[in-house]
T-cell receptor, first 112, second 109 residues
Framework: SQTIHQWPATLVQPVGSPLSLECTVE??????LYWYRQAAGRGLQLLFY??????ISSEVPQNLSASRPQDRQFILSSKKLLLSDSGFYLC???????????FGPGTRLLVL | DAKTTQPPSMDCAEGRAANLPCNHS???????VYWYRQIHSQGPQYIIH???NNETNEMASLIITEDRKSSTLILPHATLRDTAVYYC??????????FGAGTRLTVKP
């Protein structure tokens, strides 16, 4: 069966520091991969999605970036974190645009 | 922007059916209705989805009105573990999932 992992689970970072969040999927090949952010008490906001290695689509302009160095690995990065980057970051996968998305456990980021 | 309207909160007694409504009056013919739930501090969990027929799985039932402008998620025998925020989403492209605020369901003993 397929599983999706995210790490770290929780992260506290100072303003201006870099960020790297990792997401990996097991048990499937060539998944579509997604990064979402959820602010406290709010719905999910799609940040990036990828349909293949090296292919990244950005939904919201910001100081975050995403990369997909391997088929089942998706990385969310920032060179300099802002206070507004705090939130719950979720990775998700599916096998095509008509297919159900499945979410990872999330990473809670607090920028101080 | 989310294309659905849900009540912000609902209560349900343990062991009773929980019926969660969702309005999606602008749904188009090729858009599916999806339901997810999110327990505090966890990722959203897929529950069920449908196009126009009613659907049932081991977790829940989904009732979609004939005009497809609204739907109801039914948890037949709610337990305390079903306390969560429930999201109703309409999409035709799963690359563009937009979650709204959802319904916070509280199951009470």
């Amino acid at each position: 069966s397929q599983t999706i992992h995210q790490w770290p689970a929780t992260l506290v970072q100072p303003v201006g520091s870099p960020l790297s969040l990792e997401c990996t999927v097991e048990g499937t090949s060539n998944p579509n991969l997604y990064w979402y952010r959820q602010a406290a008490g709010r719905g999910l906001q799609l940040l990036f999605y990828s349909v293949g290695i090296g292919q990244i689509s950005s939904e919201v302009p910001q100081n975050l970036s995403a990369s997909r160095p391997q088929d089942r690995q998706f990385i969310l990065s920032s060179k300099k974190l802002l206070l507004s980057d705090s939130g719950f970051y979720l990775c998700a996968w599916n096998l095509g645009y008509q297919e159900t998305q499945y979410f990872g456990p999330g990473t809670r980021l607090l920028v101080l | 922007d989310a294309k659905t309207t849900q009540p912000p909160s609902m209560d349900c007694a343990e062991g009773r059916a929980a019926n969660l409504p969702c309005n999606h009056s602008t749904i188009s013919g090729n858009e599916y209705v999806y339901w997810y739930r999110q327990i505090h501090s966890q990722g959203p969990q897929y529950i069920i989805h449908g196009l126009k027929n009613n659907e049932t799985n081991e977790m829940a039932s989904l009732i979609i009105t004939e005009d497809r402008k609204s739907s109801t998620l039914i948890l037949p025998h709610a337990t305390l573990r079903d306390t969560a925020v429930y999201y109703c989403i309409v999409i035709n492209n799963n690359n563009d999932m937009r979650f709204g605020a959802g319904t916070r369901l509280t199951v009470k003993p």
